[in-house]
């Protein structure tokens, strides 16, 4: 994807004062919040806090078309990374090329799949952005948070997507929990979920894998690509330590792969993310042996 003229580079002295606000974010953080992200803090910040306020704004209902809706109408501008780089952009024109960005990062990255499982899809935002191409033909979400999944359904009935997109509960934590039984098989994917449970990652790692997925492709915050000498890498590292998301992924899956468990197919730093520090990284992988 080529830059559009109304997308201009950010400047120099922008991207300072970004970076020394999002220093000063982090480090108040830090300082007073000192976030533990347990189950319980997830809950109330998704099931309990945004996705409770989807579903209590019934956006859906305004009258907009699906990519509208999911882009939405905001020219305020913003500072966020497109096609790797750093730019100002209207909101509602870094969404609106999201969505294209995401289906083609996954067509590079699962094959001939058509069908996707997305696990920790929240309120579906991924899923319905895919669902704009038709290539998807099947989108199925699963996610802990039941306010979560009673927006994504009640978005999917809104828009006429029931039986091509659905939603189902799962804890990624829980071994035992029959959902695992979904993905024998099947091309799934993380989008920033993994990253909320910074306490469990081998055991969600474990039970993926045991449920024999037939690809995975996880996309999450990683420490491993950062250089601690860019400030827009060290405002991502500070950012993360001030939330307390995971940084244990992507080194348990190639010690995994030196273990002969998994095959990883591709890595890649994400070309796309919505402020300075919420940067990523792609893994895509394969289970192997029996
Ligand atoms: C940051 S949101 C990301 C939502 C979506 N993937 C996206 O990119 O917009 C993280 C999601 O992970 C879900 N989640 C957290 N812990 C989970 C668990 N143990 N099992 C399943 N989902 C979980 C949360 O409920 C939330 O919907």
């Not at 970076?19 to 803090?41: E, H, I, M, P, Q």
Request: with cysteine; charged share 25%.
């Amino acid at each position: 994807m080529t830059l559009s003229p109304d997308i201009a580079p950010a400047s120099t002295l922008e991207l300072s004062r970004a970076y020394a606000a999002d220093f000063a974010r982090s480090l108040l953080r830090l300082a007073f919040k000192n976030v533990k992200r347990t189950g319980d803090v997830v809950d109330s910040e998704y099931n309990g806090g945004a996705w409770d306020r989807v579903l209590n704004e019934r956006g859906w209902l305004g009258g907009v078309p699906l990519e509208e809706f999911l882009a939405g109408q905001s020219p305020s501008p913003r500072l966020a990374k497109v096609n790797g780089q750093l730019v100002r952009i209207a909101t509602k024109d870094y969404y609106r090329y999201r969505i294209r960005a995401l289906s083609e990062l996954m067509m590079r990255h699962v094959g001939d799949a058509t069908s996707l499982v997305e696990l920790g899809s929240g309120t579906g935002y991924n899923l319905f952005s895919l669902s704009l191409n038709p290539r998807w033909t099947q989108l199925r979400g699963f996610d802990i948070a039941p306010n979560g999944i009673e927006a994504g359904r009640q978005i999917a009935s809104h828009y006429g997507l029931d039986g091509r997109v659905s939603f189902d509960r799962i804890d990624l934590t829980d071994a035992q929990d029959p959902q695992f039984g979904q993905l024998a098989g099947a091309t799934v994917f993380t989008h920033f979920c993994i990253e909320q449970i910074p306490y469990a990652v081998d055991a969600v790692i474990e039970n993926i894998l045991r449920a024999r997925p037939g690809r995975v492709v996880n996309i999450e915050p990683a420490i491993d690509m950062l250089n601690l000498s860019d400030p827009r890498d060290l405002a991502s590292r500070l950012y993360l330590k001030s939330v307390d998301y995971q940084t244990r992924l992507f080194a348990l899956l190639d010690e995994l792969e030196v273990k002969g468990r998994i095959r990883i197919l591709s890595r890649e730093r994400m070309a796309y993310a919505p402020t300075l520090h919420n940067d990523g990284l792609l893994y895509a992988w394969e289970p192997l042996g029996g």
